[in-house]
Antibody, heavy 119, light 110 residues
Framework: EEQLVEAGGGLVEPGGSLRLSCAASGFMFNHYGLNWVRQAPGKGLEWVSHISYNNWVIMYADSVKGRFIISRDNAKGLLYLEMNSLRAEDTAVYFC????????????WGQGTTVSVSS | QSALTQPASVSGSPGQSITISCTGTNNDIGYYNYVSWYQHLPGRAPKLLIYEVSNRPSGVSNRFSGSKFDSTASLTISGLQAEDEGDYFCMSFRSGHTLVFGGGTKVTVL
């Protein structure tokens, strides 16, 4: 079964940092681009960042550009999101998703990990 | 980055058809055929329903169909069932190398 499992969420103070990870299984990790998507409480989905299968293409939403860094370890089958200078508005459930390779669709999703930014 | 525009809610009776619209601009839906739709049920991971405007992944019911006209994409759910209740999101590629979701539509089966 193709699966993504996020980890690393938690409570952090404003201005703090957190590193999320996403472990893949059941598919060739190094063949697919990956995304981070978040959902703030009571809000809709918001795309955060994308990284291509070979690291050549990296994209960020304006809301996180300069603060978040996406990376991947193809040998370990892991995706990361390093989050710095966290703000209250970064509070959300963070999902990792696989790029289906058919026009930016996201065909496999994790269950999400919760990040709360509060003092 | 403004979100794509979806109605907040749509409802229908079992067996009916409903359509959810998703309006963008000439920088996203109006220019690219990279529109996808997702079903998000409470406590579950989002599920891909439609990719590239109108294509269904294997395993997705043919009750779900997608289309596009100008800068507006649409998702139609035919033969509405109780299990279809949940939130639905559209997404598009946008010029400037970003992806953008719609605000989401809550579907209620009456």
């Amino acid at each position: 079964e193709e699966q993504l499992v996020e980890a690393g969420g938690g409570l952090v103070e404003p201005g703090g940092s957190l590193r999320l990870s996403c472990a893949a299984s059941g598919f060739m990790f190094n063949h697919y681009g990956l995304n981070w998507v978040r959902q703030a409480p009571g809000k809709g989905l918001e795309w955060v960042s994308h990284i291509s299968y070979n690291n050549w293409v990296i994209m960020y939403a304006d809301s996180v550009k300069g603060r978040f860094i996406i990376s991947r370890d193809n040998a370990k089958g892991l995706l990361y999101l390093e989050m710095n200078s966290l703000r209250a508005e970064d509070t959300a459930v963070y999902f990792c998703s696989r790029d289906g390779g058919r026009g930016w669709d996201m065909d496999v999703w994790g269950q999400g990990t919760t990040v709360s930014v509060s003092s | 980055q403004s979100a794509l525009t979806q109605p907040a809610s749509v409802s229908g009776s079992p067996g009916q058809s409903i359509t959810i619209s998703c309006t963008g601009t000439n920088n996203d839906i109006g220019y690219y055929n990279y529109v996808s739709w997702y079903q998000h049920l409470p406590g579950r991971a989002p599920k891909l329903l439609i990719y590239e405007v109108s294509n269904r992944p294997s395993g997705v019911s043919n009750r779900f169909s997608g289309s596009k006209f100008d800068s507006t994409a649409s998702l139609t759910i035919s033969g509405l069932q109780a299990e279809d209740e949940g939130d639905y999101f559209c997404m598009s590629f946008r010029s400037g190398h970003t992806l953008v979701f719609g605000g989401g539509t809550k579907v209620t089966v009456l």
